[in-house]
C-alpha cells in the first residue's frame, strides 16, 4: 500500500498507487484521483486504463495528467488547475514518488493565485516535500494572477 501524504484538507499525494489504494482511497472518501505518471514509465507499472477502470468500479473520478520526469509544461500545470477546480470533494494524486504530483499541485495553486507562495511551500514541506528550489517559479506564477 502507497502513503497518501496530506497536503491540504482536501489534496492528498502518493506514490504509484494499486487496486488496494484506490480502494482505501474510496473508502477514506476521495472522490478524484488524478494520474501524473506516463504509462510504460517502469516495468511492471499498472497501465493508467487499468487503475480508471478500478477507480469507476469504485465510483471514484479519474484524470490522467501525465509528466515525464523533469518535463513539466504549461498544460499540464493548466489542467492540474483545473481538475484541482472541478472536483466534487477530495483529490489523491499520484506518480512514481509523489514529487511530481506535489509539484504540479504547487504550481497549480501558483498558476491560479489560489494561495500565496509561503502558504504553497509550507504546505509542501509538512506533507514531506521540499519545493523551496521553485520558489522563484511559484512567485512568477503567482504574480502573474493575483
Same mark, same amino acid.
Given at each position: 500500500? !502507497?502513503?497518501?501524504?496530506?497536503?491540504?484538507?482536501?489534496?492528498?499525494?502518493?506514490?504509484?498507487?494499486?487496486?488496494?489504494?484506490?480502494?482505501?482511497?474510496?473508502?477514506?472518501?476521495?472522490?478524484?484521483?488524478?494520474?501524473?505518471?506516463?504509462?510504460?514509465?517502469?516495468?511492471?507499472?499498472?497501465?493508467?486504463?487499468?487503475?480508471?477502470?478500478?477507480?469507476?468500479?469504485?465510483?471514484?473520478?479519474?484524470?490522467?495528467?501525465?509528466?515525464?520526469?523533469?518535463?513539466?509544461?504549461?498544460?499540464?500545470?493548466?489542467?492540474? !488547475?483545473?481538475?484541482?477546480?472541478?472536483?466534487?470533494?477530495?483529490?489523491?494524486?499520484?506518480?512514481? !514518488?509523489?514529487?511530481?504530483?506535489?509539484?504540479?499541485?504547487?504550481?497549480?495553486?501558483?498558476?491560479?493565485?489560489?494561495?500565496?507562495?509561503?502558504?504553497?511551500?509550507?504546505?509542501?514541506?509538512?506533507?514531506?516535500?521540499?519545493?523551496?528550489?521553485?520558489?522563484?517559479?511559484?512567485?512568477?506564477?503567482?504574480? !502573474?494572477?493575483?
Amino acid at each position: 500500500m !502507497s502513503t497518501f501524504n496530506k497536503v491540504t484538507d482536501t489534496v492528498s499525494v502518493a506514490p504509484q498507487i494499486t487496486a488496494d489504494d484506490i480502494e482505501a482511497a474510496a473508502n477514506a472518501g476521495v472522490k478524484l484521483i488524478i494520474n501524473n505518471r506516463p504509462d510504460g514509465e517502469e516495468a511492471g507499472q499498472p497501465s493508467n486504463d487499468a487503475l480508471a477502470a478500478i477507480a469507476a468500479d469504485k465510483g471514484v473520478a479519474w484524470a490522467a495528467i501525465p509528466v515525464t520526469s523533469g518535463q513539466l509544461t504549461f498544460e499540464a500545470i493548466e489542467s492540474m !488547475s483545473f481538475a484541482l477546480r472541478d472536483a466534487e470533494g477530495p483529490v489523491l494524486a499520484y506518480c512514481r !514518488s509523489g514529487t511530481r504530483s506535489c509539484t504540479l499541485w504547487a504550481l497549480a495553486e501558483a498558476f491560479t493565485a489560489s494561495r500565496d507562495v509561503a502558504d504553497i511551500l509550507k504546505l509542501g514541506a509538512g506533507a514531506g516535500y521540499d519545493l523551496s528550489g521553485m520558489a522563484p517559479t511559484l512567485e512568477h506564477l503567482y504574480n !502573474s494572477r493575483a
